[in-house]
Every structure is written in structure tokens, then in C-alpha cells.
């Protein structure tokens, strides 16, 4: 019974911590001057990876039962973060060479 309660415990912590981290990068995003700083940008990456990782812990958890097409759905999004993220990254690194 132990156990249970632990991983209960573990498993809150980490969906408040993404959900936390969720809300203060939409925050950041929308508070960002203009779509071509870096605020915005890295902010926008993250939401985009923080909803990827709410839908894998739900599924994970099994809070909610996610059928084949729902567990794609989730990994397209997680996908398209990590291309958001290399993208940035290789932006970033080539206007920095540039100069």
C-alpha cells in the first residue's frame, strides 16, 4: 500500500511541475515582444513539448485510455516539438556564425 501512495505522490508531482511549466511558458509566449525573439520562440517550443509530455504521462498513468490512433497523435506532437527544437537550435547557431 505503500507503494501505491508513493507513486501517487511522484506521479502528482510531475504533472503539476509540467502543468506548471506549461502555463509559465504560454505566459512567456504571449508576454514576448515580437515572434522572431528568442522569448518567443523557446517559449513556444516548450508548450508544444509540455502538452507532448501531459499526453504521454495521462496515457502513462492511465488516467485516460488512449487507443493507437490517440498514442500517434501523442507522438506526432512530441515529434513536432523535437523539429521545432532542432530548428530553432540550427536558426539560432546559424545567424550566431554569420556575424
Not at 511541475?17 to 511558458?25: D, R
Not at 504571449?30 to 502538452?51: D, E, G, M, N, P
Request: hydrophobic share 60%; no cysteine.
Amino acid at each position: 500500500m505503500t507503494g501505491t501512495l508513493e507513486m501517487i505522490l511522484v506521479d502528482g508531482g510531475i504533472l503539476s511541475g509540467v502543468v506548471a511549466a506549461f502555463i509559465l511558458s504560454l505566459r512567456m509566449m504571449i508576454t514576448a515582444k515580437t515572434r522572431k525573439s528568442l522569448q518567443f520562440q523557446l517559449a513556444a517550443w516548450l508548450v508544444i513539448w509540455t502538452v507532448s509530455e501531459i499526453w504521454r504521462y495521462l496515457g502513462t498513468v492511465g488516467a485516460v485510455d488512449l487507443s493507437e490512433p490517440l498514442l500517434l497523435l501523442g507522438m506526432g506532437i512530441h515529434t513536432v516539438s523535437m523539429l521545432a527544437f532542432a530548428a530553432f537550435i540550427t536558426i539560432r547557431f546559424s545567424k550566431f556564425i554569420r556575424r
